[in-house]
């Protein structure tokens, strides 16, 4: 099978967010960058994929030189070679003209029989690349997939589990197809040291988006990005000897809270 | 193109209109409608829908659309997807609108991509310039920063809103019903639903819910997380969980609440055994007001709450829960 693993490189949003001094981007000095926890769990799928029914993993990601060192984290965890979408920060480049251009690419590459990406990315949080490259490569997708049941490669076919409101639903769709990873579908390996000197030999090929033409692709601009503030009363209620509540305190303290939640949040 | 906008009816899996779909008809005719000058209009896609036109014309909608065809009788993909786009084609609506769902989720931004429509998703608020652009405002990066999006010169603008971010307010209408008449064949249909497992639930659900209480890892067990159903049920609240205590086998997925699983923005969330990490955060974090049970008193979650019990819950929560209980029998 060729298996194909849409990835991208993130801002660890763990950490501190400040916005930039023009206002509408994020300040991004200083600041780790990671693959987006998502696309591990959809790298995993994939070299699961791999590791059952045979064939290759070619990782494709697009981004600034940087993201080279998270497709060697891929490459590193297993997958075979990777295609670069380099990409050195078009000004104004939405979530439309970004699924236009990975997919147009993806479409050069050709003969693949699967497509794994994660859900969203955990920065830009746009939510929809994901099944806007699977519209534009004309196959069927199935997102926020909670379990692959079967990839069935001669019955060209994959079955997939994804949780619904107060349910699941399980999907049967035709091979090939795209299926967007949530997190815990699966548990992502760590890249080994013998991996990752493996990785730095498998063939990596670059394209540059300046070569793309990008006129009329975008739909969307971000014109400002705020900060949300919000302020929160911190009363915490502790025990007298030690920080629990112990003994007769429990008694007070639930008579307590909810005093608070009565007469001062009113939400009760 | 037409100055109509367009609200998507959001089912579920009963059948039933879904409340964001009432939040989206009262917000956009509010924000977007009037300063257009175009008609507020409801989507129905599904099968045996069209009764629901009155529904939707309660909350302000002065046409609605239907398309009708047994192969929408559950929600696919395909379906979906070709139904709202041959009526995108055939109508031209200035602004299209759906709740962001699961399934809101899944076929609105392939719409998007074939129509060759911008969209956004998850909008907490719409509005129009003054030029008459769509703009909106989302959550982005974990839940730390709000976004605000206009779109350019391209029609139709599309977007999806969170549950819960909206009043719904009624405006009744009755509206003209029109037949949508999109042509769809079972070879159109390329992913097959083969199963759906729902179990009824006498909750409200937690994307709608005025109050949400959540149970963490520290609940232990399965059998433990009847502590949490317990105290949902004496304050009418809907029940949730962290991703460590679904991964944990202790409830159902649908109950993740975070980044991943709902967002949810209730009056009053109630954080049992849950450490607080970002991306619990970036999917409660916008509460009115967070408590949290907890027996560590360095736990992360007691810098961003309003209140707080240092405590463990198998001590703090049996008489909290009675204390409620007798609160809603006096009143
Ligand atoms: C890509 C990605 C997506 C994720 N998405 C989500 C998501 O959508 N939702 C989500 O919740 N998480 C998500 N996570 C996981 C998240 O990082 C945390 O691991 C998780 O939220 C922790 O859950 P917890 O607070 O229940 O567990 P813990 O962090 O283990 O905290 C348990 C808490 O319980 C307390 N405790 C234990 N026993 C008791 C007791 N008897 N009484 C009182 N307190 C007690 C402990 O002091 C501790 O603070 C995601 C992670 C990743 C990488």
Redesign the interface.
Known sequence: MKILVIISQTQDTEAKIKVSAAGNSIDTEGMKWIMNPYDEFAVEEAIQTKEKHGGEVVVVSMGPARVVETIRQALAMGADSALHILDEGSPDMDSFAMGKIIAGEIRKLGGFDIVFTGMKIIDEESGQVGVQIAEELGIPHVSLVSKVIEINPTANKAVCQKEIDGGHMVVEVPLPCLITCPDAMNDPRYASLPGIMKAKKKPLTEVKVSDINLDGLTRVKTVEIKVPQIERRLRIIKGQDGPMVKGAEVEKAAEELIKLLREEAKVI | MSNEVWVVADL??DGSVRQVTFEALSEARKKIAGKLGGELCGVLIGSGVSGHAAELGKYGAGKVYVVDNELLK?FN??GY?IALSELIKKYSPAVVIAGN???G??????V???VG??????AIEIDLTDDKKL?IK???????????????D?HPMMTTVRPNSFKAAEDPKTPEVVDGAVTINPGDI????????????DRP?LTEAE?VVSGGRGLGSEENFKYIYQLADM?GAAAGAT?AA??AGYCP??MQVG??GKAVSP??YIAIAISGS?QHFAGM??S????AIN?D?EAPI???????????LF??LP??TE??RA?VSQS
């Open positions: 579920k899996i559950n993909t395909e997807t769902t699961v399934f989720q899944d076929y609105f931004p392939a998007a991509a074939r429509a911008g969209v956004t998703m998850d703009r989302r959550f982005s990066h974990s839940s730390k920063a709000i976004p605000t999006q206009v779109f350019l391209h390329k992913s097959k639903v083969i199963e759906i497992k729902t179990k009824g639930s659900e109050r304050l991703r679904v991964d997925y649908d980044q991943t009056s009053l970002v974090g916008s009115k007001v967070i408590v027996k008193p007691f810098q961003k709450c309003d209140y707080g019990i240092v405590g463990d001590d703090v008489p909290f204390k409620v609160l």
